[in-house]
DNA sequence: GTCTATACGGTGATAGAC
DNA sequence: GTCTATCACCGTATAGAC
């Protein structure tokens, strides 16, 4: 744990903004954030505690109840934290691969199988929330909106190379059909014992674009 | 295969012979696993106590321990139970589609989109579980094994479609293509908003069957 | 803003009557 | 085998000191 510990009591006699204490208060809950996010990893979501939060995070449970209302408002800005991490991501890998939809669609599944996102410990927590999706409609749009998000984009990408080389399968299915095989290679990612390397998932999935699409190569 | 197998001179002291008394401890484990179903569907796993199991099984908390030591134990019959029912239909409806590769596969792929294996409730259970695999290795073992023997049948079935009919891509990947689109619309399934129906997804993931192998008739 | 101490309720598990 | 009563513990959240 690296301690970038903050010495107590100092006095700060309005050296401080109040902007620079919004600053410190968000680092605070992203340290809280990461910390929960290891605990769900290590014990699973039912056993999570804020007691184990608080261990592993260094903070007091009194503070940590302080920046987070309760568990569930903890659990509810974990599960955005995570979204908004993914959603930088893939939007930005989508955002730099220029107009060529072949270029798109690789680096979108590229994005999906880069370290940040597709981590053992990552997928796992997205599990254990959207194993608990049904009883929370908070969780279910959080996930539904970034799932549908990530969807389009890739149906854009397919539709777009569909009318540039033509290809065996109708859009939609071309479509879901890679986005379903990413969401299948991250649960083999996370069930079995290391059968699958990210990188070996990402080409697979390659090979199936060139497989969907009359390419010269498919990488 | 139910014998009405009586062993000879058992002591039938009047009542209730200590055959029946087995199956009814059976079919009570079932319904108070049935119970526990519905509540991690209602609730979720983390919020999931003995208290709710009882009260929705209509058995008393004592005598749930009484027939399920502890709840961790009682979750682990769970995911047993839920895999047992699983790994039986998708290899009887295997054993019944005959010697024919395609139709084997087919039939693979249907079982998995069949109302008992492929609820929303039940896919919800199975994330939530996923999710806590990381932490317990005997849900890992259960759900890694389970998980495999799939697979194995899935890519003995495309090894002999390729070896039939040739195919545009190599055997691996195209198994790897199939499994992953199912278990991707399994989670669209769970997470989007009934924007995919059960029978559409059976027929999505038949079409990329047919992308991959060159058959006349894919359907 | 941060931390300590504590109240309060709920949860898993036991003992023992029927 | 089944149930009731009960306990000891732990987790959440609060109140208030620094």
Redesign the interface.
Known sequence: MDSTKQLPGRKQTGDISSRSRRVQSEQRKRQIIEATITCI????????TLDKVAAESGITKGNLVFHFRNRENLLEQTLQHLNEEYLESWQSAFAAAGDDPLRQLLALIDVRFSPTICS??KI?????????????PKY?KV??ES??AFSNALLQCCHALHQQVGG???TK?SA??I???????W??I????QRHKRADAAT?VH??V???FPLERAD
């Open positions: 990893d290590r014990n699973g979501l039912s056993q999570l053992r410990k796992s927590i997205w599990y254990a929330f959207w194993g608990e999706t049904r009883s929370r279910m996930c539904g799932d549908q065996s399968l109708d299915t879901l059909a986005e379903g095989m990413i969401d299948g290679l649960q083999d996370l069930i079995s014992p697979a090979r199936l060139g497989a969907l």
